[in-house]
C-alpha cells in the first residue's frame, strides 16, 4: 500500500479515527504524524468532541510537521449550525527541511485516504490556523 512517490503507508487506524469523526462526530480531532522508520502515517493524539480549537492548535508541535484534521462547528449568517471537516497540513518553519519535504510529498496521497474532507488548510505558523481562519474558510 506504500505510495511510490514517497513509500508512505498509511495505517488502518488512520482511516478508521476519521469515519468515525466524520460519521459519529466521535471525535474534535486527529493529529497524524509519519513515522519515518516504519515508513507510514499514524494516528498521534486525538481530541475528545469537547476539545476546542485551542487544545487542537496546542496538540501540534512546534517544530515538527504533521497532519490533522479538525472538525469545525459554526454558524452560517442564516443562523443555521453546521460542521465543516478541516484537513490542515502543519510544516512549521523550524522544522527539518526533510521533515518538510516528506510531509510535502506524502500529503495529496494521505489526503486521499481520508474521503470526506471539505477544507484545506497549509499552515507554516499557528497565526495561519487560528480561529479567524477556520471562520473565514468554513463559509
Keep these: ?39 507510514q502515517v499514524v494516528v498521534e493524539k486525538i481530541g475528545e468532541p469537547t476539545e476546542t480549537h485551542e487544545a487542537f492548535n496546542a496538540a501540534l508541535p512546534a517544530d515538527e510537521c504533521r497532519y490533522a484534521v479538525f472538525d469545525f462547528d459554526f454558524v452560517t449568517e442564516e443562523n443555521c ?3 465543516k471537516i478541516f484537513f490542515i497540513a502543519w510544516s512549521p518553519d523550524t522544522a527539518r ?7 510535502a510529498s506524502s500529503k495529496d496521497r494521505f489526503k486521499r485516504e481520508l474521503d470526506g474532507i471539505q477544507v484545506e488548510l497549509q499552515a507554516t505558523d499557528r497565526t495561519e490556523m487560528d480561529l479567524d481562519v477556520f471562520n473565514s474558510r468554513a463559509h
Excluded: P, W
Design 97 to 103: 527541511v526533510r521533515s518538510k519535504m516528506i510531509y
Design 81 to 83: 449550525q453546521k460542521s
Design 1 to 39: 500500500m506504500a505510495n511510490a512517490a514517497s513509500g508512505m503507508a498509511v495505517h488502518d487506524d488512520c482511516k478508521l479515527k476519521f469515519l468515525e469523526l466524520k460519521a459519529k462526530r466521535t471525535y474534535r480531532f486527529i493529529v497524524f504524524k509519519i513515522e519515518e522508520k516504519q515508513k
